[in-house]
C-alpha cells in the first residue's frame, strides 16, 4: 500500500495507521493534534506504546513538522530508538519531550540522530537521565542549530554539567535549564575551568543546593560573560553570595535576577544597592526572603533601581515603611510591575503606594495575601489619580470587605483594569455583586472574587 503524501489525504491516513499499527485511535488522535498550517503537532499527555511511536516514525508527512510536543507521552528508550533512526525530525525546530521516562539509553539515540540539524529548542526536562546521558548528548554532532536546552529535574550531577560545559553543544548554547539537576558547590567550580561560554544568555541554577562559597566561585570566573538572565531561586546563597555577586564583573550585563528563598537579609539589599557592577537590572525578583524595611530602603535610595520595571519584593517583612520607601523613591519611576504579597503592609502602605507621584507608570500591583488591607486602603487605592495606568490589581487573602469593594466598583480612577482579584477578602454577596455589575470598570475582563 502507498503511504499518505499528505495529511489531507485522509483514507490513505486512516489505512496506514491501521496497517501500522495496533492502535486503531492514533490517526484520528494525530489529525486532531495537528494545527491548521500542519507545522505543530500536541501530543501532550496522550499515552502511547512503543508500537505508537515507531508507527509514527513511518508516516512521511511528520517531517513537515517545525515544532513536536511529546510531553507526558509514556515516552522511553524503546520508543524514541525508531524516532531518532528515521528522518521524521529532519524539520523540527522545537522538540518537546519532558515528564517521560527517557533514560541515558534514550540519550544515546538520541544523539545518533541525523535530522536534528534544525533543531533550535530541546526539552528534556522531568526525565530519569543521569551524568552518562548529559555527557552522550554534548557529543551529539547534528544539532548545530541548538540555542535552548532543558535538563530541568534530571540527576546530571557535577559531571553531567561539566561534560556539558566543556562540549561544542555547550558553547553553542544560549539559554540552559539546570534547575534540580544535583548541580551543587561542585558543579559550579567545574563550570568555573571551562572555557567561557560566551553565548549563554540564559541560566537557571534553581534548586540545586548552591551555597555562598559556590557563588563566590563562580563570581570569581569568567565563564559567562554576556549572561543577562540568571535564575537561582531555593538555593542558600545567603548574604555572601550576593555580596560576591554584587562585586563581581562578570554579572554587569544582567538585566534578570531572580532568587526566591535564599536567606537574604538586609544586607544583600544593601550589597545590591551598591553594587558597581551590577547596574543595568530590568527585573529585580527576591520573594521569600528577609530584606525587610531597611533593606527595602537602600534599594529605594539606590540609581541601581532606575531601569527596573519589574521589582518582586514579596514575603520580606517589609511592613508600612517598605511600602511608604518605594512609593517615594524617584528612582523607581520606571516600575510597571510590583509584587509585595504577604508583607503586612496594612492600610498605611497602601495607602502610600496610592499617594505616590513617582510609580504613575504601574501595571500591574501584586498586594496579595496577609497584608491586612482593609476598606481604608483599598479607597486610597480606587481614588488615587496615580494609579490610573493600572491594568491588573491583585488584592487577594486581605480584609477589604464589601465597603472595600464598593469602593472599587465604583472607582472612575481604575477604569482601565482589566483583571482584579479580590478573593478571600471576606466579600458577602453584596461586595460581589457591586463588583459584577460596576459600570465603572468598563474594561474589566477578569474579575476573580471566589
Same mark, same amino acid.
Given at each position: 500500500?502507498?503511504?499518505?503524501?499528505?495529511?489531507?489525504?485522509?483514507?490513505? $491516513?486512516?489505512?496506514?495507521?491501521?496497517?501500522?499499527?495496533?492502535?486503531?485511535?492514533?490517526?484520528?488522535?494525530?489529525?486532531?493534534?495537528?494545527?491548521?498550517?500542519?507545522?505543530?503537532?500536541?501530543?501532550?499527555?496522550?499515552?502511547?506504546?512503543?508500537?505508537?511511536?515507531?508507527? $509514527?516514525?513511518? $508516516?512521511?508527512?511528520?517531517?513537515?513538522?517545525?515544532?513536536?510536543?511529546?510531553?507526558?507521552?509514556?515516552?522511553?528508550?524503546?520508543?524514541?530508538?525508531?524516532?531518532?533512526?528515521?528522518?521524521? $525530525?529532519?524539520?523540527?525546530?522545537?522538540?518537546?519531550?519532558?515528564?517521560?521516562?527517557?533514560?541515558?539509553?534514550?540519550?544515546?539515540?538520541?544523539?545518533?540522530?541525523?535530522?536534528?540539524?534544525?533543531?533550535?529548542?530541546?526539552?528534556?526536562?522531568?526525565?530519569?537521565?543521569?551524568?552518562?546521558?548529559?555527557?552522550?548528548?554534548?557529543?551529539?554532532?547534528?544539532? %548545530?542549530?541548538?540555542?535552548?536546552?532543558?535538563?530541568?529535574?534530571?540527576?546530571?550531577?557535577?559531571?553531567?554539567?561539566?561534560?556539558?560545559?566543556?562540549?561544542?553543544?555547550?558553547?553553542?548554547?544560549?539559554?540552559?535549564?539546570?534547575?534540580?539537576?544535583?548541580?551543587?558547590?561542585?558543579?559550579?567550580?567545574?563550570?568555573?575551568?571551562?572555557?567561557?561560554?560566551?553565548?549563554?544568555?540564559?541560566?537557571?541554577?534553581?534548586?540545586? %543546593?548552591?551555597?555562598?562559597?559556590?557563588?563566590?566561585?563562580?563570581?570569581?570566573?569568567?565563564?559567562?560573560?554576556?549572561?543577562?538572565?540568571?535564575?537561582?531561586?531555593?538555593?542558600?546563597?545567603?548574604?555572601?553570595?550576593?555580596?560576591?555577586?554584587?562585586?563581581?564583573?562578570?554579572?554587569?550585563?544582567?538585566?534578570?535576577?531572580?532568587?526566591?528563598?535564599?536567606?537574604?537579609?538586609?544586607?544583600?539589599?544593601?550589597?545590591?544597592?551598591?553594587?558597581?557592577?551590577?547596574?543595568?537590572?530590568?527585573?529585580?525578583?527576591?520573594?521569600?526572603?528577609?530584606?525587610?524595611?531597611?533593606?527595602?530602603?537602600?534599594?529605594?535610595?539606590?540609581?541601581?533601581?532606575?531601569?527596573?520595571?519589574?521589582?518582586?519584593?514579596?514575603?520580606?517583612?517589609?511592613?508600612?515603611?517598605?511600602?511608604?520607601?518605594?512609593?517615594?523613591?524617584?528612582?523607581?519611576?520606571?516600575?510597571?510591575?510590583?509584587?509585595?504579597?504577604?508583607?503586612?503592609?496594612?492600610?498605611? %502602605?497602601?495607602?502610600?503606594?496610592?499617594?505616590?507621584?513617582?510609580?504613575?507608570?504601574?501595571?500591574?500591583?501584586?498586594?496579595?495575601?496577609?497584608?491586612?488591607?482593609?476598606?481604608?486602603?483599598?479607597?486610597?487605592?480606587?481614588?488615587?489619580?496615580?494609579?490610573?495606568?493600572?491594568?491588573?490589581?491583585?488584592?487577594?487573602?486581605?480584609?477589604?470587605?464589601?465597603?472595600?469593594?464598593?469602593?472599587?466598583?465604583?472607582?472612575?480612577?481604575?477604569?482601565?483594569?482589566?483583571?482584579?482579584?479580590?478573593?478571600?477578602?471576606?466579600?458577602?454577596?453584596?461586595?460581589?455583586?457591586?463588583?459584577?455589575?460596576?459600570?465603572?470598570?468598563?474594561?474589566?475582563?477578569?474579575?476573580?472574587?471566589?
Amino acid at each position: 500500500m502507498n503511504e499518505a503524501k499528505d495529511i489531507d489525504d485522509s483514507l490513505d $491516513f486512516l489505512r496506514f495507521f491501521e496497517k501500522n499499527t495496533e492502535n486503531p485511535d492514533l490517526a484520528t488522535l494525530i489529525q486532531e493534534k495537528l494545527s491548521a498550517d500542519r507545522k505543530s503537532l500536541n501530543l501532550l499527555g496522550c499515552r502511547l506504546d512503543e508500537k505508537d511511536f515507531k508507527a $509514527f516514525a513511518g $508516516f512521511s508527512p511528520i517531517k513537515s513538522l517545525s515544532s513536536l510536543n511529546l510531553d507526558q507521552t509514556g515516552l522511553n528508550s524503546g520508543g524514541l530508538q525508531p524516532l531518532s533512526a528515521c528522518d521524521c $525530525f529532519c524539520n523540527l525546530e522545537n522538540l518537546s519531550l519532558a515528564n517521560n521516562n527517557l533514560d541515558d539509553e534514550a540519550l544515546f539515540f538520541l544523539s545518533k540522530c541525523r535530522s536534528l540539524n534544525r533543531l533550535k529548542i530541546l526539552n528534556l526536562s522531568s526525565n530519569e537521565i543521569g551524568s552518562l546521558g548529559a555527557k552522550v548528548l554534548s557529543l551529539a554532532v547534528d544539532m %548545530g542549530s541548538l540555542e535552548q536546552l532543558n535538563f530541568s529535574y534530571n540527576r546530571l550531577e557535577p559531571l553531567g554539567i561539566k561534560s556539558l560545559a566543556d562540549s561544542k553543544l555547550g558553547r553553542q548554547l544560549t539559554d540552559i535549564n539546570f534547575r534540580d539537576t544535583g548541580v551543587g558547590d561542585e558543579g559550579l567550580r567545574f563550570l568555573t575551568q571551562s572555557p567561557p561560554l560566551e553565548n549563554i544568555v540564559r541560566i537557571d541554577l534553581s534548586d540545586n %543546593g548552591l551555597t555562598g562559597e559556590g557563588m563566590e566561585v563562580l563570581a570569581r570566573s569568567r565563564v559567562f560573560p554576556n549572561l543577562k538572565v540568571l535564575i537561582l531561586n531555593n538555593n542558600q546563597l545567603g548574604d555572601d553570595g550576593v555580596y560576591a555577586m554584587a562585586e563581581s564583573p562578570m554579572f554587569e550585563k544582567l538585566e534578570t535576577l531572580v532568587m526566591h528563598n535564599n536567606g537574604l537579609t538586609t544586607d544583600s539589599a544593601i550589597s545590591l544597592a551598591e553594587s558597581k557592577t551590577i547596574t543595568r537590572l530590568r527585573t529585580l525578583d527576591l520573594n521569600n526572603n528577609d530584606l525587610r524595611a531597611e533593606g527595602v530602603k537602600a534599594l529605594a535610595a539606590s540609581t541601581n533601581m532606575k531601569g527596573i520595571e519589574t521589582l518582586d519584593l514579596g514575603e520580606n517583612k517589609i511592613g508600612p515603611e517598605g511600602a511608604k520607601a518605594l512609593a517615594q523613591s524617584s528612582h523607581c519611576a520606571g516600575l510597571k510591575t510590583l509584587r509585595l504579597n504577604n508583607n503586612n503592609i496594612s492600610d498605611l %502602605g497602601a495607602s502610600a503606594l496610592a499617594r505616590s507621584t513617582t510609580l504613575t507608570q504601574l501595571e500591574s500591583l501584586h498586594l496579595e495575601n496577609e497584608n491586612w488591607i482593609h476598606a481604608q486602603g483599598t479607597k486610597a487605592i480606587a481614588e488615587s489619580k496615580n494609579l490610573s495606568s493600572l491594568r491588573r490589581l491583585v488584592l487577594a487573602l486581605n480584609a477589604i470587605g464589601d465597603e472595600g469593594a464598593i469602593y472599587l466598583a465604583n472607582s472612575h480612577q481604575l477604569s482601565g483594569l482589566h483583571f482584579l482579584n479580590v478573593a478571600g477578602s471576606k466579600l458577602s454577596p453584596k461586595g460581589e455583586e457591586a463588583l459584577q455589575k460596576s459600570t465603572a470598570l468598563a474594561n474589566l475582563q477578569v474579575l476573580e472574587i471566589v
